[in-house]
């Protein structure tokens, strides 16, 4: 399985109080932040930090959490295609040894001091409840995705009402059907959604038993069967790719899927950090 980006990573703009610009027109140097871990020690990381400079991610420790961060400009980073990817290959090399909180994407601190007194003290227990609800799970996506025309052809095919208000428009003008036609779409739009509501159950029902929790999340196309997210033992990953795998050779047919993962598990944490609280 190849690793995808997360779909819930906002652009904000993450900063604490107090920045200041070193030089004229020139942003001060902070930290931005990747994740939170349980990591007791200072360590660094091989992959390179956001945006392009080389700088080493590394720890801001705290106790037995950490904060891994690179240093970065005091900026708004732009919500792009390689921002994103720089962020989230951060985010894989730490997740294949560590469990971890993403943090929203475009966070950044003034120090790595304001990390500790602002981020890891007062919410200590928070992230470390976090952890353990997190700890040994990774997070895996599935999208399903009708064929073209299958699911209207099943509506007409199954959907006697829809198979009659269709032939009753043969032969007449777009004027003269106007408001059957409208009737028609309404009628053709109900019948899709309680397919889709079937699809998507079917689905879910084959996956469940393997997932710690699951997330759907919204449809953003008239194809889109099912966005759902998956939080799932690391144990259960052979029998959920199993699963998956089952799933297209019987739906194949009328159903293309979509399968990604491990992914950083924000939809089920992604770390806010309001430094102004």
Known sequence: MNAALANAADRTVQRPSGDRKTKENEPAEGRYLYAIIACPEPRKFKTRGIGERGDVVHTVNY??????????????????????????VVLEEIMAECDILPVRFGTVATSADAIE??????????????????HGRIELGLKAFWHEGAAFEEVVRENERIRKLRAALQGRS?????????????????AMNLIRARDEEAILSRLKP??????????????MVLNAAFLIDRENGAAMDEAVKRLDEDFGDRLMFKYVGPVPPYNFVNIVVNWEA
């Open 63 to 88: 106790r037995r959490l950490a904060a891994a961060v690179s240093a970065s400009p005091i900026i708004e980073y732009e919500n792009s295609r390689r921002n994103m990817m720089a962020h989230t």
């Open 174 to 190: 777009l004027e003269e059907t106007y408001y059957e036609r409208i009737q028609l779409g309404e009628e053709v739009e109900k």
């Open 117 to 134: 007194n602002h981020l890891l003290a007062p919410r200590y227990e928070e992230f470390n409840a976090l952890l353990e609800d997190m």
């Open 210 to 223: 393997f997932s710690h929790k699951t997330r759907t999340n919204k449809i953003i196309s008239d194809r």
